[in-house]
């Protein structure tokens, strides 16, 4: 093997690869005819079909750094991985169906800090804005170094090379075709996705003999370890390798960073505001649950089968020798293992496809959010929608201008992705709080909703720079010092969120609430939501959230 | 997709992109199927059977959504 390169492309692998880039622009160019107006820009028009608006929903958060990361992790942590793609998204997505998403397409707001602004007012949604547009720009840079860092530790791809001409690629559909080139082209990465890396497990359960052979060589290589097992290890903190809880599993990851992921990041939001119809908008989130349950195949179970096929033993990134190679590197290790001439270059497409969709969402929502949320309502309220257009188009090329800024500060930090998804979670979480308590109870205020929503941002801050500090604090935080950092990620974004609803409640009680008439279509209780009769069963959401919640715990159980 | 805007579905691009990495992986698999490459099975000559996959439904998406009129 190349000590500089892990894989190397045949001529038939770039030819995929280019190919990849060539239809992008075309579609994207194809695309800019129908981005006129501030709707079609911003919202593709809002005539998404529900299986194109829950896919798109999917793919936006089904990145390569996600396939890799999480890749990786179930090397390290096991089948425990999984709980970010089963309890981590399942019930939330369901959620965002069944109940959130009727006041955000009812409301026709065109973003999640515009539904703040509708239910709490300017502060609020400034708050929300300014915060989300700055933690999208930087995790759209970072994630555009990690991609350079990929290509050049895999192909031996010039990092300036890997990042200027993504960048570019990007720049120009997004620019062109507004959402639709973005979820144009999510949809065919999903595609890409699986059918560039399904062959992994395929290739993989037939070299172990099955999930029986692989567990069986899982213990032969990993003596008196337990990596196949979903919620039997989670008793207690030092039991598993991860050094979780099952209390932080359900009520830090499932009840609190997946809700607030899932129903209030306007990355993945936006892609179902995209929606043609209410029903539509309802019915996406759950296609996207589906397929959700089915990544884990083509991303945790890779990690399992590196564990028990590969000849040596992956290391962590910091501890990683010459020669060695990180938990990250074992996706493309099996791609290695597994695909020749052509199917590599289907593997290796779908992860810069991956990479770029992922970067094409951050600058896309970001262009929304700047223009309708911050440059709309605070610098200029009153111009033409093409003024409005033009601004769009204009931010996504500085948008991804600051991006690649950020990526080569990037460089200097080697922990810096850590910090970013650690601010990241600080505002997810209590915004979680804040939109779910507007939605459900008319007595929230404004002021109510704007404190709530810094006071539990600040405290999740705040606990985050305490255990930094000092460490000891982990175990007040996370409930234990045998708690890791994941697990700790888990209790803060738990308690900012308890602290969010806490000072909201308490302020609303002091303050005066809104009258009703100014709460229809935002809140429950005060919007009359269209029922949806005369659909048969089978076209009824509920029945379809009832089927995927069904079959998340058929999961839960076999997996046990 | 759209009746607004009269968009050649997604699912069009889709299968083009399918049918043509298809035929590409379908005949780079049978060019080497004599000396297949030094990865794990190869002797499944998987790039065949994938490729012809991806070309059966890349067609099937062509056909079923191409543009017309």
Known sequence: ??????????????AIVAIYFVAVLGIGFYLKRFAKSGEDFFLAGREMTAWVAGLSFLSANLGSLELLGWAGASYQYGILAAHWYWIGAIPAMVFLGVVMMPFYYISKTHSVPGYLQLRYGPAASGLSAITFAVMTILMSGVN?????????????????FSIW????TVGIYVAAGGLFSAIFNEVLQFFLIWFGALLIPILGLIETHGWSGMVARIQQNFPGQNFTHLWSTLGRFEDNPMGMHWTGIVFGLGAMISMGYWTT????VQRVLA???????????????????GVPFIVILPGLLGLAVLPFHLVPESAAQAGQHSYNEVLPLMLARYLGPGLLGLGITALVAGFMAGMAGNVSAFATVWTYDIYRPFLRKQAADAHYVAMGRWCT??????????AYVAMGFASIMDYVQALFSFFIAPLFGTVLLGMLLKRVTSVAGFLGLLAGTLSSIGMFVLVKIRPDMVSVIALSSHAKAMAEDMYRALW???????VTVVVSLATKPKPEAELQGLVYGATAIPKEEGAGLFKKTIFWAGVAMGLFLVLQWIFW | MSEKHHIIPVWFFVGLMFLIYGILIFASGLAEWANPPETVLAELHAPVWW????????AGYVMAFRPRG
């Open chain 1, 397 to 406: 090329i500085l948008g991804l201008v600051i991006s690649i800024g950020t």
């Open chain 2, 51 to 58: 490729g012809a996959l991806l070309i059966l439904i890349g």
């Open chain 1, 165 to 168: 001409v993504s960048s570019l």
């Open chain 1, 144 to 160: 555009m170094y990690a991609m350079a860092v990929v290509m050049k530790v895999v192909l031996g791809w010039n990092i300036h």
């Open chain 1, 265 to 268: 990041d306007f990355l993945v």
């Open chain 1, 275 to 293: 929606a043609k119809d209410i029903r539509s908008a309802k019915l996406a989130p759950i296609i996207g649950a589906f397929f959700k349950m």
């Open chain 1, 1 to 14: 093997m190349n000590p500089e390169r892990m894989i190397s492309l045949s001529t038939v692998d770039l």
């Open chain 1, 496 to 502: 900012s969120c308890l602290i969010c609803i806490s």
